[in-house]
């Protein structure tokens, strides 16, 4: 595990608020709490006639996706016009990128337009924190998902979906499935079940899909999904991305599914409680059954709703902890 | 023609107001009369210095594109906008559908974010039926273009061009000319004109490009321009797909100008006070010459004026059915 | 030079107000020192908590980009949220263009749907005048740049930066470098530099590189660098396109470094407190060294962010200018 204190001083600001979003790796048990209790504040936001707080408004945030995901941008878009910020979107790779100019150059000039948050989505796994560390105080960075290393939003809306249907994370066994190797999403989920103290966190996948440095991660790791699934009260899927199956990594479609693909048979492994996740968007039949993703036990559509919420959480605490950083005596009253 | 009670059950709340609008079939001429109404009172917004109301402060469009149309786009966005909507617009070819996602599942993902109205476009016919009929009570549908079916919001712009210029459609003699075999807008605007009383209404066209089940529509057909224009009170040319020239259905461009696109010549078979109606965009000398299209008689642009307030009624008739269906006892006070 | 009276009356209402923003060519000193003094009371709104006046509420802004540039485009759009516009952006050549319309026909749909402002970017000198004649009145009309005329804007941000830091014109020697020939932006600085008074603006460049009716522009030429620099106020450096570089225009990217390229040894022949300026995106090692262009005297990102404030200006003032030219008894105040 990378050094707790390498991190800490760059998410969080002198008081020890955050100020930016890029890992869960470090973060304290009482703000990831925080965070899950600020989105409950902002859940019922979408079920009012006017989906619409003026907490973010005249604020720019600037949506820097160097990886297209539509489906993530239109999260971070929503949370953000809900708070009544300004929006813009910056699809980087078809843009100056093309013309030689450097990230950092890029994202110079969208502080000196004085953008107040960078939602940044990169291939490379570090990179939101190389734009942390360069950014000019007062702008709030995200990190929406780089290479394999984190996604923290993802992660976070997973622990407000386990604490709404669970009540919280002690005593809880939650399993974690599929192509981990690859996967910056269950990177994530391990740190935040860890910090807020999940019983047990199990791995299940096959050989190939594993991180070769599991042990030090904290989890318990299964390569067949009987034993895995035994007794758990949570069952997170992984998105089996489809260039995976091209390479050598793993065997056909049809035999991932017969081995780790969940359908009601292999849930009935876990107990009869438990709730199934993906982060989507799901691969039916390839890494779950329709039977699954859409039976009782599925919370994957809440998931998506829970992550509007999450997200308004984040963008709203690093906003304000980025101006108590600037104005120490004022505080940052985020949930006003 | 379809059955009516197939489709008005969907469109339709308990109350018989308009919850989705997907096609003008089977809808009541009452119904069509209120969105023209609607309309009405929504055109002089665009005059205006703040080219805005409240309305629908707070609610979540989203643009859902299937198929690209910038036009069409655009004239949603600016209508969601004057209406004080948040909007996203997902072009969803580029997107998830080619990670394998079901269109199904990306729309119960945008539903889980609290949406409350999808506009789609969609290249197969009934696309938004199938979506009106899986999507959650409360998310209204907008048809934007559906294969060859329907283009019910472009139908009723024409048709409120039409009642705007000749008060009325009692009486009234109109001419649809041109590739009517490929066209939503043409068999949208044929259920409008019948719904709405016109007197008769004529399909002028190659015999390739006219449709087989002509005589089930309550139409007249003509395959001469001098015949089926001779006194017509209203002439609506239909773009020609430049597509359909490279196919055996037609002969050259040149030819099909020659024997169908309207010039001051051709025009002067029909009444003297005659308008001419394109949907756009036009193809200055294939289906209309520039003569015509810039000329006295046309309304061309005008119909685009219109475009926006009849898709403002629509969008805030349909989220007021939404509403009253979930609070019928509150009523849908749209047009407050 | 083109003849004054032809483009005054165009850009200029009967007021003498900006109805249109197109070029700088034939603009009075007045109007210039008009939109820098407007500028600056825009610019602490980019320093304020809500970075919103709701001068421009309920207008509709259209960036009509027949040419992309994501960082042009951006700045319009923050420019116009932070006025309370709403915005449209057309990105026009994946859009109807294809579609085989003119670009009249374009513009005169987006007018028919009640846009307030067109801010337009095309790879043709002429384009924004040829639409500024055509435009209904009302539509005021922005040049974003246009082929190798103007970027009207851009200069007028350029002529900010240069007030801001110099605290005026006169008695300045203002030095041009790079390629001349193809900047659309060298030909806006120098007639902004001519009308606001400066003493001196010198053109320096390799001969391929400069126009050949060098002579008529008011300028001096300088084909040697440590002669254009000598004790010159402000260095104005040129983004080099790649694309000149295949040609046979240029020698190596290494070579116009070594002749042209700005390092800290060749800015030893401007003045000591000269200013460093670059429209940008910078091209890192080929027209300038980091060492000037992140050194002390830089202002390259404090040009960006003047020029939200110039192109807040730039949009308020040309729809006063619209609004005064159909109310002429109101006036326009558009700094209200």
New interface residues.
């Given amino acids: 595990m990378t050094p707790l204190d390498a991190k800490r001083p760059l998410q969080l600001n002198a008081q020890g608020q955050l100020q930016h979003f890029l890992s869960l790796d470090g973060l304290p048990r009482e703000l990831l709490t925080e965070i899950l209790d600020t989105a409950d504040s902002f859940l019922e936001v ?7 707080v003026p907490l973010l ?4 945030i600037c949506n820097v996706f160097f990886e ?1 995901s ?2 993530t941008r ?2 971070f ?2 949370a953000a ?2 708070l009544s910020a ?1 929006v ?1 979107t ?1 699809n ?1 790779s ?3 990128a093309s ?4 990230l950092l ?2 994202l ?7 953008a107040d948050m960078f939602v940044v989505r990169h291939q490379d796994s570090g990179a939101p924190f190389f734009i942390a560390n360069e950014v000019t105080p007062r702008v709030a960075v995200i990190n929406a998902g780089d290479g394999r290393h984190a996604h923290p939003t993802q992660a976070m809306l997973d622990m407000y979906t386990i604490r709404h249907y669970k009540g919280g994370f002690a005593g809880l066994r939650v399993a974690i499935v599929g192509d981990i190797l690859h996967s910056r999403v269950a990177r994530s989920q391990i740190h935040a079940l860890n910090i807020l103290g999940a019983e047990e966190v199990r791995l299940i996948g096959p050989r190939t899909l594993l991180p070769t440095d599991v042990e030090q991660l904290g989890v318990t790791v299964f390569t067949d999904m009987a034993q895995g699934l035994k007794d758990v009260d949570v069952v997170i899927m992984l998105r089996l991305q ?1 260039e995976r199956m091209d390479s050598a990594l793993l065997p056909s479609e049809g035999e991932f599914f017969r081995l780790y693909g969940l359908n009601n048979e292999k849930l009935r492994h876990a107990r009869p409680d438990a709730i199934v996740m993906h982060p ?5 039949g390839v890494e779950i059954a329709s039977e699954v993703a859409d039976g009782p036990r599925s919370v994957i ?5 829970f ?2 919420a999450v997200r308004m959480a984040v963008m709203s605490m690093t906003i304000s902890g980025q ?1 108590s950083s600037q104005n120490p005596d004022q505080g940052g009253d985020h949930g006003r």
Same sequence: chains 1, 2, 3.
Avoid: F
């Fill in positions: 979408g079920g009012r006639a006017v989906k619409k408004r005249g604020k720019t297209n539509t489906r239109t999260t878009e929503l016009q809900r300004d813009i910056l980087v078809t843009s100056s013309k030689g100019e450097t150059d890029t110079r000039n969208l502080e000196a337009m004085a489809k989507g968007p799901i691969n039916r559509l809440n998931q998506v709703t992550g509007i101006e």
